[in-house]
């Protein structure tokens, strides 16, 4: 391993990650990076976790969206433990699939019906009861060494900060994207029925709360339909 360049490589993906204007545009650079930069690596995905759902992001390969969703039906694997894991063990590695997995008896044999050889999780990520990890796959045994994890939970620790700018950039331009809309619909409201500012923004507050409907959701209705009704 060329560390070297390696440490090259990952100052410039860390410029690249920073630069991308969306999560999803994220979450690809990432996976993409994990092909490019970690030995051994064939395909990457993201695993996120919801309660015992999985959800399978920016995927390389039809592959890793497989191996989700078998370590979803089994609720056992590498991916689907390092994802669960809020403390404790950070990484998970089967160095080779060819042989008896126990920690992973159900998972391990159909994963090599799957052409998984080897493979590697890393945590990226713990928030709002979300869990989320990092998974490479190589088609050979035997194909991550020490050398391939280390980089890979370098690249794991670059990902969780990017990813982490980068949702929260999303949810602050949702949150000014609301204020508009509510601003918008308390304005036509205020002009359609005679209401103070106040009095406007009760009305959908309160239609919001009786109706279970989120008040950014009331607001684009007044703005599209020019009612609350």
């Not at 998970?92 to 019906?113: G, S």
């Not at 005679?194 to 406007?200: I, M, R």
Request: with cysteine.
């Amino acid at each position: 391993m060329d560390w070297g360049r390696f440490a090259e490589q990952m100052a410039s993906m860390a410029r690249d990650l920073l630069a991308q204007d969306s999560v999803h545009a994220t979450l690809k650079r990432i996976t993409h990076s994990a092909t490019e930069l970690v030995e051994g690596c064939d395909a990457a995905g993201i695993l996120v976790l919801h309660g015992k759902t999985v959800e399978t992001l920016a995927p390389t390969e039809k592959l890793v969206v497989d191996s989700d969703q078998l370590q979803e039906r089994l609720a056992e694997g590498p991916c689907f433990d390092a994802a669960r894991t809020a403390e404790g063990e950070r990484v998970f590695r089967i160095a080779d699939l060819t042989r008896e997995q126990p920690r992973w008896p159900a998972y391990a044999p159909q994963a090599r019906t799957l052409g998984v050889g080897s493979m590697m999780g890393f945590l990226l990520f713990t928030e709002d009861e979300e869990l989320g990890a990092l998974n490479l796959y190589s088609r050979e045994p035997g194909a991550f060494t020490a050398a391939s994890e280390l980089a890979g939970w370098l690249l794991a620790s670059h990902a969780a900060v990017a990813f982490s700018s980068a949702r929260t950039h999303a949810q602050m331009e949702r949150a000014v994207a609301t204020r508009h809309t509510i601003g918008e619909a308390r304005g036509i409201l205020m002009g359609a029925h005679h209401l103070t500012e106040e009095q406007a923004f009760d009305t959908l507050r309160r239609f919001s709360q009786e109706n279970n409907i989120k008040l950014h959701e009331v607001a684009r209705r007044v703005c599209e339909q020019g009612t609350v009704s």
